[in-house]
Structure formats: C-alpha cells, structure tokens
C-alpha cells in the first residue's frame, strides 16, 4: 500500500493532470479507506459482545482466544488503515488543498467534509477542521461554497455539535461574512448554513 501512496505523492508534478490524477485516486483511496474501516469497526464491536457474552459464562476454552484473536486483529486493521489515511491526508491533502487548480482545491474540500461526516472517530478534529474554516477564504466561489456545503453537512448532525465549539468560536464570524458573497450560490449556501448555526 505504501508504494501506491508514493506514486500518488510523487504525482504531484507540475503538469496539473497528474496533479489531477493523482489528487482524484489519493482522496477516493481515503473515502473507500473510510468504508473499509466502518466495516471493521462493526465487526469489532460485534466480537467485543461476543467476547464479553462467553466471558459472563466463565467458560475459559478455544472460543475465548479465537475471539480475543480476532478482535486483535480487527483492532490492527483498523489502526492500519487510520494510519493510511493520516499519510495520505499529510502527503497529499496538505498540499492540493491550496492548489494553483480551483478544481484540485475543490475536490479536496469536498472529500475533507464527506470524510469527517462519514469517520468522525478520526476527522471531526481541528487539525482537519481548520481546513475547512481555511477554505472560507478562497478566492474562487466554488470553492468557498464546497467548503460551506460541507461545514452544513456537518452542523446537520446533532453529535457533531459539541466537537465544533471551538471551530466555530474561530470562524462564525466569516461564515456570516459570507452570506454577503459576491458569488450569489456561496451567499445562499451560507445563509442556509447560518441558519443551521441558529437552531
């Protein structure tokens, strides 16, 4: 997997298709990284019950330790691919997210706001969140509004409202700038968002 991971780093060249490419492939790879990992993460709970039942029946034989293996495992697995992600995210995200290509920068912030919707055991953090705050200041419109589609995906989840405390403290401030956009689809995707920040 690490060899994929440096031709994608490795493609960010200056002819902008390969940046292109190699932005399309690194973010898709992170988005099926997700879904692999929620997979995982059933499973895990799901032998974590199973584990736990066997226990309270203070048997002590082969399908405790199958299970106490397989959870292991699954725990690794996950861990592996969190670890991917965090590459690719510092390897490419880092660097095509402010782009020269309004389309690369685009992309990204639209994977950034699919990835912490869809994992936010490991996204819906600052560290990632800044980015999208970041993004508010674009100097193209279509970016400006992928970053506030994707913060409105995120206020619609009730969970997620205690984590953004602090994002929001450091950012309300342009996102209500924004509802005065000269780009009318950004002012109104704004003001929805507003509306969102309200309730």
């Known amino acids: 997997m690490y060899v994929i991971y440096d031709y994608l780093v490795f493609l960010s060249t ?25 997979t995982l993460s059933g499973q895990r709970e799901t032998t974590q019950r199973q ?24 725990h690794e697995n996950i861990t592996y691919l969190e670890e991917l992600m965090r590459k690719i995210f510092t390897g490419l995200f880092m660097h ?4 020269v290509d309004p389309d690369i920068r685009m992309s990204c912030i639209r994977s ?6 869809s994992y936010p055991s490991l996204f819906l953090q600052d560290i990632y969140l800044k980015y999208l705050g970041w993004t508010l200041n674009d ?3 279509g970016v400006r509004r992928a970053s506030v589609l994707a913060l409105q995906s995120l206020y619609e989840v009730d969970n997620n409202i205690p984590c953004l405390g ?15 956009d000269i780009d009318i689809s950004v002012a109104v995707s704004a003001i929805g968002l507003i509306k969102q920040l309200l309730r």
């Open 14 to 38: 200056p002819p902008r298709v390969y940046r292109q490419v190699a932005s399309l492939v690194g973010l898709q790879l992170v988005t099926s990284f997700i879904s692999v990992a929620k």
């Open 51 to 74: 584990l736990n039942a066997e226990k309270k029946k203070l048997s002590d034989g082969p399908l405790i330790e199958s299970l106490e293996k397989r959870l292991a495992l699954t």
């Open 96 to 99: 095509r997210y402010r782009d």
């Open 112 to 117: 950034l706001g699919i990835w912490v919707v």
């Open 139 to 141: 100097k193209n419109a």
């Open 166 to 180: 602090l994002f929001t403290e450091r950012f309300y401030k342009r996102m209500i700038q924004l509802a005065d």
